[in-house]
């Protein structure tokens, strides 16, 4: 069996946008209309078949109304919240 290139580091980064959308109360196609993309490039991001850089994270983020830094702050809460933390 093939082994994925996905860990649960990526699952928690796509579900953590994939909820910011929904809280916003914006459909695939309104956010991507005020990213000036497809409606399929956010589906690809939501569903892990298209990797997200650092600009277009941060452009992501400004339709949220959320500092990139808030974002890595939410990501990284959610990431202790799901892996086992090792102490020192």
Do not use: W
């Amino acid at each position: 069996m093939a082994k994925s290139i996905y860990d649960i580091n990526h699952k928690i980064f796509y579900d953590l946008l994939y909820r910011l959308r929904l809280n916003s109360g914006l459909k695939q196609s309104e956010l991507a209309s005020q990213l000036g993309v497809p409606q399929s490039y956010i589906s690809k991001i939501e569903n892990g078949q298209r990797r997200v850089d650092i600009i277009e994270l941060k452009n992501i983020c400004k339709v949220f109304d959320l500092t990139l830094i808030d974002f890595i702050k939410k990501y990284e809460e959610e990431l202790n919240g799901a892996k086992p933390k090792i102490s020192k």
